[in-house]
């Protein structure tokens, strides 16, 4: 055997090696992009069908004809004509899930409670990296010392003091502590650090910028790619809070996305399957779409060590 | 040389403009956290429900960690908590093993140079996308499609497969519940976990992968020998993340039933607070149990924080601020002696 043969044939066998590797790589991620998206397009699939049609065969796999219905009961628009059953779910349904009620309350919290930590967040993060004060370091450290505290911890006392303070179904207890958010500063601390020249502060101040001006006009638009990547979180994060949201607000007009997911999960009579799972879908679809228009800078931003929630 | 305009700009002190920066952050924090926090902890030395404004020292403490209160169900509330303890830990286990190695095998695959993976963009979009999905929407699609009867989607499946005789209950079985709850967990946390695990690969310097390469190095010397150890911060990191995460496990165990109630089997200590203080009026509520429940959250939580904090500090710069400590000394000794000799 010639030695150009040999070594052709050790190529060969990498080759087939490294292809065969890539192979199995590949069916491993098909199976977990199944798993993924095959309970996601289920519950699509089993919105579509009439609460009948789920009784009598519960394994549906292909596309139904009775969204329409599905939407009529949900938001309590029942032909005339309809049995008082029917009526009676409709009723019951509409009034748990209220779907733009619960969309725009969602939107309320979610995006000013995202104004409100990208802002501060970038301004306490500036004011850490910027100046020279005796107590900046102390400042620092107890940001990130606190960062790993869980919500849970303090809890039971936010919530008898926001009730000492009359607070309770109001949005405040809600948005105004988005003012305070130690990881997402500790994020930017590390971010201006890295790419925030400090001459640049200087050489406004000789200018004759005042400091306020200086950080609106020259720091947000140079901090731009950090903030945005923590807004996209922050909005998601906050969209998705089922746990202040559902402490705090307690009166149906409040009820936000996850609190009316909820309680339609508590129904235990007048159910209809068609339009349990329409109220899922409806309130995964916003936050899916805005995903997979945002997948690159979201998976971008988690790599960048983005926020856990 | 710098202008005298600069030289002025040195001499201003901006040290008020720093602590006018960073005070909307303190005021909003010590309102909304801090002292809720210490609230927690008055509240943890008050009674519950009826005397929810008398003090009564250790007692909520004796009775979940010990058993022995005033109340008549202290044996029970003791139970329940460390069933709760129980749980979370069982619950916290069963996500994260499965989680940590499939991120990491997928991580591994993901940044192999070697491998032609087409579609590898999508694919982390896809894998990362439950992680985004609104938790209790995620406890909703799963409970809608679990259900314990054969009117449910996979029970009438399984069934019609042929796969078994009879429904499984994957929601009220006490083994079963739990398996699905970790199933849920590492199906939404896996895509996170695996996108923190490549940056933290990707930042391994890849001419070590290279001269291991040259030297004959398998993929599985090299997964041993040079990416596990490099990645040992990130993989402690994600590793109390994840347990203080799993002590916060909340929204899929408090969620995941069917009718009013949540499942006890499920029962976490995230659950067991809330429950404990979620009852509307004071006079329903238990405060104090709630209370000190969240306390001994945070000891355990200050004590893993503390952990990352050690493993994760910079070793370089505390060996260089010693240097320096040391170098400043001796410079001090010299001084003093040159002052004698003189």
């Not at chain 1, 004759?208 to 994060?237: N, S, W």
């Not at chain 2, 994957?170 to 519940?177: E, L, N, R, V, Y």
Request: aromatic fraction near 14%; include cysteine; charged fraction near 10%.
């Amino acid at each position: 055997m010639s030695m150009k043969q040999q070594y052709g044939q050790a190529k060969d066998n990498y080759h087939a090696k490294i292809i065969a590797k890539s192979a199995l790589i590949f069916a491993v991620c098909v199976l977990l992009t199944l798993i993924c998206l095959v309970p996601i397009y289920i519950l699509i699939v089993n919105s579509t069908h009439s609460n009948m049609e789920l009784v009598a065969n519960p394994s549906q796999f292909f596309f139904g004809s009775h969204l329409g219905e599905n939407i009529q009961t949900i938001m309590n628009k029942v032909p005339d004509g309809a049995s008082k059953v029917v009526k009676r779910t409709a009723q019951q349904y509409s009034s748990a899930f209220n779907v733009g009620k619960g969309y725009l309350n969602s939107f309320i919290i979610a995006g000013s409670t995202t104004v409100l930590t990208v802002f501060f967040s970038a301004l306490t993060a500036y004011g850490l990296v910027v100046y020279d004060f005796k107590l900046s370091g102390p400042a620092y450290t107890f940001i990130i010392a606190v960062m790993m505290i869980p919500v849970q911890v303090s809890s039971a006392g936010f919530v008898a003091f926001m009730y000492s303070l009359g607070l309770v179904n109001s949005f405040i207890p809600l948005i105004v502590p988005a003012i305070a958010a130690p990881a997402i500063i500790f994020f930017m601390v590390s971010y201006m650090k890295s790419s925030f020249p400090l001459d640049i502060v200087e050489a406004s101040r000789i200018d004759g910028c005042g400091e306020f001006r200086t950080f609106l006009t020259i720091a947000i638009p140079m901090m731009k790619p950090a903030m945005a990547v923590q807004a996209i979180f922050a909005f998601v994060a906050n969209w998705n809070n089922y746990y202040t949201q559902n402490m705090i607000l307690k009166n149906e007009k409040f009820a936000t996305v996850p609190i009316m997911v909820s309680k339609v999960l508590a129904f235990d009579k007048n159910l209809d399957n068609g339009a349990n799972f329409l109220c899922v879908t409806l309130s995964i679809l916003p936050i899916v779409i805005v995903y997979f228009i945002l997948s690159k800078f979201i998976i971008a931003g988690v790599a960048l060590g983005g926020v856990k929630e | 040389m710098a202008s005298a305009a600069q030289r002025r700009i040195k001499a201003i002190s901006y040290a008020k403009y720093g602590y006018m920066f960073i005070a909307p952050f303190f005021l909003v924090y010590c309102f909304f956290q801090v002292w809720p926090l210490i609230y927690t902890f008055i509240l943890s030395f008050k009674g519950n429900q009826s005397e929810h404004a008398l003090w009564v020292g250790l007692n909520n403490y004796s009775t979940i960690l010990l058993g022995q209160g005033r109340a008549a169900g202290a044996a029970a509330s003791q139970e329940e908590f460390f069933r709760a303890l129980g749980n979370t830990l069982i619950l916290w286990f069963g996500n994260f093993i499965p989680q940590i190695l499939l991120s990491l095998l997928l991580a591994v695959w993901f940044t192999d140079a070697k491998v032609k993976l087409p579609g590898k963009g999508f694919f982390k979009v896809v894998m990362y996308m439950p992680n985004i999905i609104t938790a209790a929407s995620v406890a909703a699609l799963y409970v809608n499609l679990f259900g314990d009867s054969e009117n449910y989607f996979v029970n009438s499946t399984l069934m019609k497969m042929g796969l078994v005789s009879a429904p499984v209950a994957f929601i009220k079985g006490p083994i079963a519940s739990k398996l699905m709850v970790m199933f849920i967990q590492t199906w939404l946390w896996f895509g996170n976990t695996m996108i923190m695990l490549m940056s933290g690969i990707m930042g391994i310097n890849p001419s070590l992968f290279e001269a291991a390469d040259i030297d004959g190095a398998n993929s599985r010397q090299q997964f041993f020998r040079i990416t596990l150890p490099l990645l040992q911060p990130i993989m402690v990191y994600t590793l109390v993340t994840s347990m203080i995460g799993g002590l916060q496990m909340f929204d899929i165990p408090y969620l995941y039933h069917n009718g009013a109630n949540f499942n006890k089997q499920l029962e976490t200590v995230a659950v067991y607070i809330y429950y404990n203080f979620n009852q509307g009026t004071v006079e329903s509520a238990n405060y104090g149990y709630a209370g000190a429940a969240s306390i001994v959250i945070f000891i355990i939580t200050a004590i893993l924080g503390s952990i990352t904090f050690y493993m994760n500090r910079d070793k370089d710069a505390i060996a260089k601020k010693k240097q320096r400590k040391k170098a400043e000394k001796q410079y001090k000794a010299k001084m003093k002696q040159g002052g004698l000799t003189l």
